[in-house]
């Protein structure tokens, strides 16, 4: 029977094997850019977001500009990411306090980043992470349904499925691996219909082989 660590190391190769050029879809010049988009990201898909932040970063293209934008403006500008209203609150207030309290420049710190308006762990660790700082790893909703579904991590909240994953994870995968993970939930194990009887993994998934092997 194979343990999970066994499992995590197929699975590690697998992603490398297949998905070696995943890295993070939103489009970003810096770790400002990044955390704004990150933030609008929530239920809307990267490519939404990336036309969106087209628009928004062309006319605010740093913490203090966005800081002193109209609020009503700024509204509309973000409207087709969804639950706009809020997202817009908060990309005001993170400008607000990244341009009074930190001169403009993102801090790169878990605790500072997570003290910011709408900024939870999982943003913190999308920024973190690309910018060669990872003290985290990203638990999406991809990386949750599919470590799950594999069978190497246990927990159902996301913070306590990183937490297991960070044991079983060398730190340098931690980005890489999250990235990986998504390419690989857009491509073969997806929510509704995974594509099992395709899939690499299907030998070693507790979920393909608790039903029979045929799905
Ligand atoms: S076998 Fe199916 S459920 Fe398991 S990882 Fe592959 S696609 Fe996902």
């Known amino acids: 029977m194979i343990n999970k660590q066994q499992k995590t190391k197929i699975f590690l190769t697998f992603l490398n094997e297949k998905y070696s050029d995943a890295e993070c879809s939103l489009v970003h010049r810096n770790p400002f850019e990044l955390l704004i988009a990150t933030v609008l990201s929530a239920q809307c898909t990267d490519e939404r977001v990336n036309k969106v932040t087209r628009v928004l970063f062309d006319k605010y293209p740093d913490a203090e500009s966005m800081s002193d934008s109209d609020p009503e ?11 706009y209203k809020n997202k817009a609150s908060n990309i005001l207030k ?40 990872a003290e985290g790893i990203v638990v999406d909703t991809h990386v949750k349904r599919i470590t799950t579904r594999i069978g190497i991590v246990s927990a159902d909240d996301p913070e306590k499925i990183e937490k297991e994953l960070m044991v079983l994870i060398p730190k340098n995968r931690w980005n890489k691996f999250s990235h990986q993970v998504i390419a690989f939930g ?20 507790a979920y393909f082989l608790d039903k029979g092997g045929v799905r």
């Open 73 to 83: 403006e700024l509204m509309e500008i973000v409207r087709p990411t969804g639950f």
């Open 94 to 133: 993170i400008s607000k306090k990244i341009a009074g309290d930190y001169q403009g420049k993102l801090p790169l710190d878990m605790e500072k980043l997570t003290e910011l308006p709408g900024v939870g762990r999982k943003t913190a660790n999308v920024v973190l992470g690309n910018f060669g700082m």
């Open 186 to 205: 857009r491509d073969i194990c997806r929510s509704r219909t995974p594509k099992c009887n395709e899939c690499g993994m299907n030998k070693f998934c």
